[in-house]
T-cell receptor, first 110, second 114 residues
Framework: GQQVMQIPQYQHVQEGEDFTTYCNSS?????IQWYKQRPGGHPVFLIQ?????EVKKQKRLTFQFGEAKKNSSLHITATQTTDVGTYFC??????????FGTGTRLQVFP | EPEVTQTPSHQVTQMGQEVILRCVPI?????FYWYRQILGQKVEFLVS????????KSEIFDDQFSVERPDGSNFTLKIRSTKLEDSAMYFC????????????FGPGTRLTVL
């Protein structure tokens, strides 16, 4: 079946440091979505990327879709304690079934 | 801002019992989903539902599971005879459009099977 891997599994950073999580698919994607899940919370949609090589920014967050549409990254500049949570990429393969990545849990120390 | 709601927030049941998890999707959404998340693991798709029928289901969604939209607002997930391994957080989600679009997740129901 389709596999969506994320690295790293965990990341601990000092507040103010940058953070990046990477998402890799075994097959070419039609699009990729990113979700954030706070501890004890539910997934909350952040963004969707559709085009090859696409880069989108949301304040301190930068999302990138690979040229081959098989990988993506989420970069947070100057992390804050409010960034704590697990970041999941999620993909679809010509249906609306979301296949979630394994997630990267971010911990930010003040 | 409209949101997906789920009840109960926590359900404890004995193995072999039936449970019904309830969801109220966002009112103008047409596509509905159930996902589950075992503690500490990733979110897994269970089933999608559109136009009063299942559009897709995963291998997890076996004969013990069923979904229903009984009255045009509620969307329910029933597990007929719960097993220990059904213990997880169950999230309902809804979407306005089909295909590759944002899904709005509810707060989840934590199911504990003893």
């Amino acid at each position: 079946g389709q596999q969506v891997m994320q690295i790293p599994q965990y990341q601990h950073v000092q507040e103010g440091e940058d953070f990046t999580t990477y998402c890799n698919s075994s097959t070419t994607l039609s699009n990729i979505q990113w979700y954030k899940q706070r501890p004890g919370g539910h997934p909350v949609f952040l963004i969707q990327l559709v085009k090859s090589g696409e880069v989108k920014k949301q304040k301190r967050l930068t999302f990138q879709f690979g040229e081959a549409k098989k990988n993506s990254s989420l970069h947070i500049t100057a992390t804050q304690t409010t960034d704590v949570g697990t970041y999941f990429c999620a993909v679809t393969y010509n249906t609306d079934k979301l296949i979630f990545g394994t997630g990267t849990r971010l911990q930010v120390f003040p | 801002e409209p949101e997906v709601t789920q009840t109960p927030s926590h359900q404890v049941t004995q193995m072999g019992q039936e449970v019904i998890l309830r969801c109220v999707p966002i009112s103008n959404h047409l596509y509905f989903y159930w996902y589950r998340q075992i503690l500490g693991q990733k979110v897994e798709f269970l089933v999608s539902f559109y136009n009063n029928e299942i559009s897709e289901k995963s291998e997890i969604f076996d004969d013990q599971f069923s979904v229903e939209r009984p009255d045009g607002s509620n969307f329910t997930l029933k597990i007929r005879s719960t097993k220990l391994e059904d213990s997880a957080m169950y999230f309902c989600a809804s979407g306005r459009l089909a295909g590759d679009n944002e899904q709005f997740f509810g707060p989840g129901t934590r199911l504990t099977v003893l």
